[in-house]
Structures are given as C-alpha cells and as structure tokens.
C-alpha cells in the first residue's frame, strides 16, 4: 500500500509530475513500498515529505543487505531521480538484479530545491554540507534519523557537476568503495565520457576516483560499525539529462553486481 499523502492536495505541480511515475511503481508493482521518511513545513506554510520507495529483493543465501540510494539533495540536479526511477522500473522487470537486497530510495531529499530550480533548499542551505554538524534543517535531520534507523549496509549518493565535463565519483576512506565505484565508472562511460583530470572539485583524482570529498555531505552516522560502503556518483551537468539518467543506472546496476560478487568472494574466504 502507498503511504504517501495525496499529490494533488500537498504537492507544487512540479513535485507532482516527479512523483507520479514513482508512486504509479508503487501500485502496480508489489516489491516496491512508498512511504514517507519525514515532513515539514516550507514557505506559506505548504508541507513537503522526503518520500522513501523501498524494492524488496529475492532473499539469497546471506541475509539481506540494505542499500539506502539518494538523489536530488541538491535541487538542481534531477538526473539522480530519473536513475532511481529507471532502476526501479528495471528491477520490477528484472527482480534477479536485486537478489539478496533490499533498495531504499530517495529520489527527492531536497523538495524545496528542485521547486526553485537551486542547488540550496527553501533557507538557502546547501544540505550538502550540513550532515553530523548539528544542522538544524529539517530535511538534514529527517534524513539523519533515517541513516539511524536504516543502519545502511551501503550508501549511493547521485549528483551532478556543472563544473565537469565527464563522470567521476568519491570513493574515500576505504578500499571496497574504490573496488565498487571503478567498474561503476566503466559500465557508464557507455553513455558519457570519463573525468580524467588529476584534479576534480578541489581534490586530487586518479582516472575519474576522487579519494576525499567536503566535509559534511550526506554520509551514515559517525559511529555506525561496521562502516557502510559510500559511493558519490557525479555526472556532468550539462550533459544531456537522458544521458545523464543512463549513465548513473548503468553505475548503480554495476555497483550492485560488483558488490554482490564481493560479498559470495567473501563468504568463501
């Protein structure tokens, strides 16, 4: 059943047209499960939710893992709502490509930004930077308890850069997330050309992997353990947006496989 509260009385036309497809999966489609992470109170007094949409995977041979998938935290950049959107489309179709997880989606984190069109939210906050400091943004805290309560076996967050001209992602602190995001990075370039440059954003990359990344950007709680894997997937903004749309499927379905091939590699260890 979809939880959500009616689009046509709580959301701004341009929200609606977004969640639609989203909530026409949740219907038609029993692995998928819309429910809302949180609500709050915008501008004039409109009430927007963070929704979740949750595909529930065939159960293999290990217990299942859950995988928490974030898009539009910056509202400027809609590519990461198309990929979920494809990726569930995918998995209703193809639900093998889920074996042994369970999909947590957030397509929309930052309503108010993808209304204005703006990377900031309705305050003029970049959520991006605001994790684990004590924000007091409402999104940030909604999304927060959700890493708490989740406990997250990995995290994809979806972004796009209008300062690149090709894919690149943030793959710091651990080795696993390098292993994931590098094949991510192969299977996209079907779709999009590869940021090479040494380079990217401020931080030294190597081959489109960016090993640190600003503090304060969407990541699980300080002391979960044992630490989720974290991937952020950047395409170039200015690149076509269906093209933009496949190249972030073909890296979330990539991540997938590859971390699945990890997990059978280690339980044989």
Excluded at 29 to 48: L, N, P
Excluded at 228 to 257: K, R, S, Y
Aim: hydrophobic content about 40%; proline content about 7%; charged content about 25%.
């Amino acid at each position: 059943m979809v939880m959500l509260e009616n689009p046509t009385q709580v959301y701004p036309h341009k929200l609606r047209r977004l969640y639609w497809p989203f909530l026409g999966l949740a219907e038609s489609c029993r692995e998928v499960i819309g429910t809302v992470a949180g609500s709050f109170k915008g501008r004039e007094g409109h009430r927007y939710t963070i929704p979740r949409f949750t595909f529930l995977g065939p159960e293999g041979a290990l217990p299942q893992k859950r995988i928490g998938l974030f898009a539009l935290v910056h509202g400027d950049e809609p590519a990461g709502a198309g990929a979920l959107l494809k990726l569930l489309q995918t998995l209703a179709a193809q639900p093998e490509l889920a074996l042994g997880y369970d999909l947590v989606c957030y397509p929309v984190c930052n309503p108010t930004g993808y209304e204005d069109d703006t990377r900031h939210n309705g305050d003029g906050a970049d959520l991006n930077r605001e994790f684990w400091r004590g924000s007091r943004q409402p999104e940030v805290r909604i999304l927060e308890g959700e890493f708490r309560a989740q406990a997250f076996d990995g995290i994809i967050a979806l972004h796009a850069d209008d300062t690149s001209d090709g894919l690149y992602g943030y793959a710091h602190d651990r080795l696993l997330n390098e292993q994931l995001l590098v094949p991510a990075l192969r299977a996209s370039e079907k779709y999009l050309p590869r940021d090479c440059r040494a380079m990217i954003d401020g931080f030294a990359a190597r081959d489109g992997v960016v090993s640190d990344c600003f503090k304060g950007v969407l990541a699980p709680p300080p002391e979960q353990q044992p630490r989720p894997f974290e991937i952020i997937f950047e395409t170039p903004a200015h690149a076509p947006l269906d093209h933009q749309v496949e190249a972030a499927h073909a890296a979330l379905i990539a991540i997938l496989t590859e971390y699945r091939g990890f997990l059978a590699w280690g339980q044989n260890i």
